[in-house]
């Protein structure tokens, strides 16, 4: 790549530089390669995600089961979660981070290059596995039908399933191997490879941001690795953990898979509101407003995020005290959300703002956002929950909080840092003309599933009854287009990629306000190997 | 609530704010949750307008605040950034008064929302006790005083009919102005059995029981769905709820009780039944109970459910116990489940036969109630 050229000639004075061809990135112990790889691995999987999305909206813009079986249709509902979870919003915000953490703190690389390495490549083979488990029932005929469970692979439905459920199950090993061990390695080189003077409260909001999510991802990952694996004992080896008739409990399962899952939603946020924590600050040109409540308040949300879990479960038919408790505790998460969400309006105040692209995103966030913690607060009220449960409500309240909250902030994130990484500046026109197409039909998408959700329709339905068709036609044409704007977001960093207006070193005029970090100090695109000396910070 | 929707959306979206800020049912348009028929419904729908309204303000306050400062301090109308604001006396004490803010509102809202939930916990002795089983993909209901039970199936109608996917052959008969507990349970996987109208959800949990209540105040016919996804059959499992009044239904339970013990009588009798009668009876019971799987032509659906037609037990000569067997207790590990308990021995004895002289299945045999009642 260009990147590599041009900084050989620049360092030649090394008696190595990057290895070359395929071997540079298949062997790769670079922080930068491996976070490219990451990004690259995200943007694949978020077309393939998209494209069970596009399907999933194709079968249910008319009443009628018109596409597939409802196997299929189940099965693409269950990958789409799957893929966008594991494939695209982890390794995209791994991948920045790999990128940006040792740059932000003045760290020559990961602490731990190789287990950089074998995190990344698991990756792969995991999708590979996930992908064989779509194709099961076709090139095993006779051993089961789709995996048509949803993410949650809920148990007795997926004691049910065939073959393809072991290849999800081992995908999800892999995917939660691929987690543990780059998180191990994020934690270890934010305690250990800060510049000396750079403390912890002098790390930059991202840094913090992926600390927590480090932190909840070593906490969470060996549960649901257990969960799936009594799961595949439950399928092949006799036991009955998750099966009442032999004395174990189909709900045992659920809480199991919720107390992994309800923290990798803040695994999922939290890095997002890293690079908010960046972006707001720079294009307001004025510091980040209440950096220490921030930096607390993300402990506080990782800590709360744990403790909550059973409230996806409010219908299971828990105790009065557990229902009262697990519905106070998901209610009082709306102080640290929203305090944030506070900070970053405050940091806005008073300012001097701009709105290049990153910018527009960020403030969408804090508007969809804030939206999204609102019906999240009804959710959490239980005896409205057991209305709204497993109903399309429940499906715009967490694209709300997810697309926003994550995916928007990893773009944010990619449009902020694409001149640091490419050495280039992207297409400013087409980056707002994505900005504005993305976030409009989003809205399209998603804002009618609400109102359908409360007028009852349930999810994963591969079919409907006519009373809900209206909402579900806007939010099919809302989500062709929102598919559509994604094609401009490939042309623009494929342009960026391959040129255009040289990009400084500090590429955005108010970079380095209230954002300590070391990146800037660098050129753009950095060198191979980024700090030779530690550097200074004031 | 069907009827206007041709109309109903732009409506809808016309009258949201003020459906919102007035906290007005409009369920007729079918954008918020239908209006509540049962006292315990009408609490929760009064709680979610409360949250609703709550959540509103809040909008638009947020969106207020940045609106006015996407205005005010834009780099281009010449706004200089006050680079102290974070330490003014705001920025030192915001982190402590918008988090107390914040707690107020959702104390207030939780205090609200645990009263409601007491009401919904509430075990108080019941007038009508109904066992709801879920299971692929059907509801069974069983009133426990009375050995009543009633088979819920999805009634085939076109997509374009106002009730596709919203209507059963039989479906639950309840008494208005009683207090009914439900039992909720699954025989397979897990189901949710939902009507926003009269009951707040449970799940029904194959293995364990879940309970749940309603006092229905309006006579009317509710309908609802299943809200666990319990496999490819989901979309097509309505819960349909007819609430008539007491008087109404102590004559439906009369007449139910009269025609169960026609039929008990029939199926336990020693009579040997005549081909004909078997195959038209059974394929009463396989349009019911068998086809959602395994299709109208017997084929099935490659790769999840076996075909039928020309299967190997199905057809085998010497097969009949095998086939008997796998109707009476399903196969495990399948979405297949165990009929036993669920079907008479007639009904198996009728559908079995109809399976192996169907569709080009040539057993030819002929199976009698007792060789079920032999194999169970």
Known sequence: MSVATAHDDHHD????????????????????????????????????????????????????????NPDFYNNMVTDHALVMVFGMVMPAAAGMANWMIPLMIGAPDMALPRLNNLSFWLLPAAAIMLILSILAPYLFPGTGGPVNTGWTLLPPLSIQNGIGMDFTIFAIHML????????????????????????????????????FTALLLIAVMPVLAGAVTMLLFDRHFGTSFFDAAGGGDPILFQHLFWFFGHPEVYVLLLPSIGVLGLVIPTFARKPLFGY????????????????????????IGMSLWA??????????????????????????????????????????????????????????????????????????????????????????????????????????????????????????????????????????????????????????????????????????????IRGGQKAPDKPWEGSQIGTPGLEW???SPPPFHSFTQAPVVK | ?????????????????????????????????PEPAATLTQEIFDLHMLTTIVGTIIMVIVTAMIVYALYAFRHDKGAVPDQEFHNSWFGQWAWVLVPVIVLGIDLSIASSASSTLSSVEDRSKADVTVKVIGSQWKWTYEYMDDGIKVVSNLKKLEPTDPLYLRDVDDPLVLPTGQRVRFLLT??????????????????????????????????????????????????????????????EYQQWKTERKTQHAQAAAEASSDKVWAKEELMAKGQEVYTKNCLACHQAQGQGIPGVFPALAGGKITNGAGAAADHINIVVKGKTGTAMAAWGPQLNDLDIAAVVTFERNSWGNTAGDVVQPKDIKAAR
């Open chain 1, 176 to 211: 939660g191997i691929s987690s543990i061990l780059a998180s191990i390695n994020i934690v270890t080189t934010i305690l250990n490879m800060r510049a000396p003077t750079m403390t912890m409260m002098k790390m930059p909001l991202f840094v913090w941001a992926w600390f």
């Open chain 2, 186 to 247: 699954s025989s397979d996987v897990l189901h949710n059995w939902g009507i926003a109208e009269i009951v707040p959800k449970k799940i029904n949990i194959p293995g364990y029981i879940n309970e749940t209540w309603t006092h229905i105040t309006k006579e009317g016919t509710y309908r609802g769905q299943c809200y666990e996804n319990c496999g490819a059959g989901h979309a097509f499992m309505p819960a349909v709820v007819r609430a008539v009044s007491p008087a």
């Open chain 1, 292 to 315: 220490k409540a921030l930096v607390y308040g993300m402990g506080v949300l990782a800590v709360l995020g744990m403790v909550v879990w059973a409230h996806h479960q409010y219908t």
């Open chain 1, 13 to 68: 004075s090394h008696d190595h530089g990057p290895p070359k061809g395929w071997q540079r990135w298949v062997y790769s112990t670079n922080h930068k390669d491996i976070g490219t790889m990451y990004l690259f691995f995200a943007l694949f999987m978020l077309f393939f995600g998209g494209a069970m999305a596009m399907y999933i909206r194709a079968e249910l813009f008319m009443p009628g089961v018109q596409l597939a």
């Open chain 1, 323 to 496: 229902t009262n408790y697990f519905m106070i505790g998901t209610i009082l998460i709306s102080i640290p959300v929203g305090l944030m969400l506070m900070n970053f309006i405050f940091t806005m105040w008073r300012g001097s703002m701009t709105f290049e692209t990153p910018m527009l995103f960020g403030i969408a966030i804090i508007l969809m956002f804030s939206f999204a913690g609102v019906t999240g607060v009804m959710l959490a009220v239980v005896p409205a929950d057991m209305q709204y449960h497993d109903t399309m409500f429940v499906v715009a309240h967490f694209h709300y909080a997810l697309i926003p909250g994550a995916v928007f902030g990893l773009y944010a994130g990619v449009f902020y840092w694409l001149p640091k990484w490419t050495g280039h500046m992207y297409d400013e026109r087409l980056g707002k003309i994505f900005f504005w197409w993305t976030t409009i039909s989003f809205n399209i998408t998603f804002f009618p599933q609400h109102f359908s959700g409360l007028a009852g329709m349930p999810r994963r339905i591969v079919d409907y009854s006519i009373q809900y068709t209206e909402f579900n036609v806007i939010s099919s044409i809302g989500g062709f287009l929102f598919g559509l704007s994604h094609l401009l977001f490939l042309y623009i960093i494929i342009q960026t």
């Open chain 1, 521 to 523: 100090t660098l050129p």
């Open chain 2, 1 to 33: 609530m069907v009827s206007k929707n041709k109309t109903g959306l732009p409506a809808a979206l016309l009258l949201l704010p003020l459906g919102l800020l007035t906290g007005v049912a409009r369920a007729d348009y079918g954008y918020n949750l």
